[in-house]
């Protein structure tokens, strides 16, 4: 069980701390990883704070599963939690505005890297794009409930032609969230940082050609 210590909405983050960034993530945020892999992206994040009080990590995989299929879940795990962060597995993004460990808290930035709900043999084109769709929709949903008052939704996803049907920033209007900005995506930028190819898979997926859309 934890103890949590809130100060500007983090978790244990202590105001006199140096500030220290990562492309668009600082640590005076309050950050809240969704569908980590094996944990590399937050991890990146960790190791550039220095303190990682500030960070929330989640995945849906259990640890179980990453102990056996990812060879370097475990380590960069133990960065984290080495570093203040906490950690949390079997966390459906779907279902964590109700999370008894997180539904209280808010966040400034919450972060999806590239969500992926699998693919099935035989199944059509529209139909993975309507479950990535409701993926991301409610993804959003319960997003927006655990921000802050300045608080912001980062989604990761490839720029290709099939991902842009997702429409994103139509799927956050029906939520309630606008379109802020969408940036470039560069894995490059996050020293260790290896994409997973989603829930119960043990590949590697290449992050490149990718972009953020913000929302909020």
């Given at each position: 069980w934890w103890v949590f210590g809130f100060v500007r909405?983090?978790?244990?983050?202590?105001?006199?701390?140096?500030?220290?960034?990562?492309?668009?993530y600082s640590s005076r945020q309050s950050i809240l990883l969704v569908g980590e892999g094996d944990f590399s992206f937050s991890a990146s994040l960790a190791m550039a704070f220095g303190s990682a009080?500030?960070?929330?990590?989640?995945?849906?995989?259990?640890?179980?599963?990453?102990?056996?299929?990812?060879?370097?879940?475990?380590?960069?795990?133990?960065?984290?939690?080495?570093?203040?962060?906490?950690?949390?597995?079997?966390?459906?993004?779907?279902?964590?505005?109700?999370?008894?460990?997180?539904?209280?808290h808010k966040f400034d930035r919450i972060i999806f890297n590239f969500p992926l709900s699998g693919f099935f043999?035989?199944?059509?084109?529209?139909?993975?794009?309507?479950?990535?769709?409701?993926?991301?929709?409610?993804?959003?949903?319960?997003?927006?409930?655990?921000l802050g008052s300045r608080g912001e939704i980062h989604i990761t996803h490839k720029s290709s032609r099939s991902y842009k049907e997702w429409q994103l920033e139509e799927l956050g209007s029906s939520e309630g969230l606008r379109l802020i900005e969408e940036v470039p995506f560069n894995p490059a930028?996050?020293?260790?940082?290896?994409?997973?190819?989603?829930?119960?898979?043990?590949?590697?997926?290449?992050?490149?050609?990718?972009?953020?859309?913000?929302?909020?």
């Open positions: 909405g983090c978790w244990g983050f202590e105001e006199k701390e140096a500030e220290r960034w990562l492309k668009h009080s500030n960070i929330v990590a989640t995945s849906l995989n259990t640890e179980s599963f990453l102990r056996k299929n990812y060879r370097n879940a475990m380590s960069n795990i133990q960065k984290l939690t080495s570093r203040g962060a906490k950690v949390l597995h079997g966390v459906d993004a779907t279902e964590m505005a109700t999370h008894p460990l997180l539904r209280d043999h035989n199944e059509s084109a529209e139909s993975v794009l309507r479950r990535h769709r409701e993926l991301v929709r409610l993804f959003m949903a319960n997003a927006k409930k655990m930028d996050y020293p260790g940082y290896e994409n997973k190819y989603g829930f119960g898979a043990t590949r590697t997926s290449p992050a490149t050609r990718a972009i953020v859309t913000n929302l909020g």
